[in-house]
């Protein structure tokens, strides 16, 4: 394999997940920007692109008449900022693992493994965290209760993840066995 070519294009991802990490980061400051200056804003949670969903709720929600958009509002914040901040983490540690195949290390190293681990348990906690927040919000800003829990892509994407971290695991153990022979 060319390693000056892989390095390229580990400096080309490095930087991709930096970028993508910090605009996850300041969707919350954005959406919280224009939640107050923008007339009439409303959030609209749109989960058509899932590949995969599987989803089960119970909502019992008091109906005196009112609109709750500005608590609606506030609550798919709450999840939403949970969300962003999940996600800028996992890319940011993801972009480290590319910062180092960039300068020349092998991926198949213990703290690859880690990282690795802690992407999977971001995307696990991306999965669930926002939805128990969600809840919890709902449930104070709004009369009545309203509970779902969805697994989706997130969910199947994190156990992909650790998977992952399994088989680089076992690359590690083959680089030191590889490495010993030499």
């Not at 390693?3 to 390229?8: D, E, N, P, S, Y």
């Not at 703290?111 to 709902?138: D, E, N």
């Amino acid at each position: 394999m060319n390693i000056q070519r892989l390095q390229k294009l580990s400096a080309i991802l490095n930087i991709c997940f930096k970028i993508l990490s910090l605009i996850a980061a300041m969707t919350p400051v954005w959406a919280l920007w224009m939640m107050f200056h923008a007339r009439n804003f409303t959030f609209d949670v749109d989960q058509s692109g899932a590949l995969f969903s599987i989803s089960a709720g119970f909502q019992a929600v008091a109906d005196d008449g009112k609109r709750y958009q500005n608590e609606q509002n506030w609550t798919i914040f709450a999840a939403l900022t949970i969300a962003m901040l999940l996600m800028a983490v996992a890319l940011w540690i993801a972009s480290l693992i590319f910062r180092d195949m960039k300068n020349g290390e092998t991926p198949f190293r213990q703290r690859t493994v880690k990282r690795l681990k802690k992407i999977g348990t971001l995307a696990l906690s991306y999965a669930i965290i926002p939805q128990i927040v969600y809840t919890v919000v709902y449930s104070l800003l709004i009369p009545g209760y309203k509970f779902t829990l969805e697994i989706g892509t997130a969910f199947v994407l994190a156990l992909l993840i650790f998977c992952v971290a399994e088989i680089f695991n076992y690359g590690v153990s083959l680089q030191q066995e590889s490495d010993e022979m030499l």
